[in-house]
């Protein structure tokens, strides 16, 4: 291979990198939302759907607690970084019947993270089945 036809056949390779780079900026920047909208209704979606449809832990969602209300619909309480709140599985979903701020999962031991959790057992304790 000449020298000229080396560097013709390494032309598009700055382009390929750039679109490459891109790609990889682009899927990390790119967030799933977690609620969706449906007749005026939030419901979970992408990773906080999948925390409360299953047991599996999860990194960035806590689940406080699993119960049944009054009517004996399956419920959880739950805790992300930017959302919290009592999700119950009715309506055709995960819908969100109480949302606040998230609070830090990474350290249970500030202030706000207790007291977030105390609203939220609060809420829960309003919600729950009478054993």
Known sequence: ???????????????????????????????????????????????????LSSSKSNLNIRIVERFRDRDGVKCAGFVRDDLSGIACDERGGWHLRLQRDGTSIATTDGERAKESDRALARAISKMKRAP
């Open 1 to 51: 291979m000449t020298s000229s036809s080396f560097r013709h056949a390494l032309r598009p390779l700055p382009l390929l990198m750039l679109i490459i780079l891109g790609v990889a900026l682009w899927s990390n920047w790119r967030t799933d939302p977690v609620v969706t909208e449906h007749e005026g209704l939030s419901f979970a979606s992408g990773e906080l759907l999948d925390a």
